[in-house]
């Protein structure tokens, strides 16, 4: 059995739900600012990789922070769903803040003077799960199988993504798009770049996991 935990713990796990706070209010404020201004489309707005992942990491930072506040360690399966999402949140600033950040929107589509919602899911919280995971060392050592399903859930999006693009003539973002100037080809190095940098992202969480396994060699017990 996994012992009580520390105050330190108690206090990463509140955390978890004051970020989970931050991003229900900015997916409200979002949502609520488009139903006023008449451009709410919810089989476009939930198609969007962010929204998905912000929707996923509300579950995530609450699971972690309840079991936070009831156990003194993640469990294996736990700390690969945390790894895997340290990976989705930066690779989502990553490419917000590279590609999309200073990109126009479509011509006549709905443009919200209310930027802070976008700081806080594409900044702040890629910020706080990276930080969280090199701060707390309280997590099992990961399982050998969590870079293989670290892929499956951003294939399965891309794949459903190109689909119903090529069934409505509509992507989520531009470089999803085939009948751009760059083909089907551009896609696939966007595609691959992304899964490369996914598979890069977990290997460094794994890292940082085994650093802390050797500094607290007690977490490793599972007993």
Do not use: C
Not at 142 to 165: D, N, S, Y
């Amino acid at each position: 059995m996994v012992g009580a935990p520390s105050g330190y713990r108690v206090f990463l796990a509140l955390l978890n739900f004051l970020a989970a706070t931050a991003v229900i209010a900015a997916l409200t404020v979002q949502i609520t600012d488009l139903v006023l201004n008449d451009a709410f489309v919810p089989e476009r707005y939930f198609s969007y990789f962010t929204i998905q992942t912000s929707l996923a990491n509300i579950f995530v930072l609450v699971l972690t922070g309840i079991v936070g506040l009831q156990t003194a360690r993640d469990s294996a399966g736990i700390a690969a769903l945390r790894a895997n999402f340290v990976a989705y949140s930066i690779i989502t600033g990553a490419i917000y803040n590279a590609l999309l950040r200073d990109m126009p929107g479509a011509e006549g589509s709905y443009a919200s003077p209310i930027q802070w919602p976008n700081e806080i899911t594409h900044v702040w919280i890629p910020l706080y799960f990276a930080l969280d995971w090199v701060i707390n060392p309280h997590r099992h050592k990961l399982p050998g199988w969590t870079m293989i399903t670290g892929i499956i859930f951003p294939a399965l999006w891309f794949g459903f993504t190109l689909t119903r693009g090529y069934l409505t003539d509509w992507y989520p973002y531009a470089f999803l798009n085939p009948t751009g100037a760059a083909g089907w080809a551009g896609v696939g190095v966007y595609a691959a770049g992304i899964s490369l940098i996914i598979i890069a992202l977990v290997t460094a969480a794994a890292l940082v996991n085994m650093i802390h396994h050797k500094l607290h060699p007690g977490n490793q017990l599972d007993r």
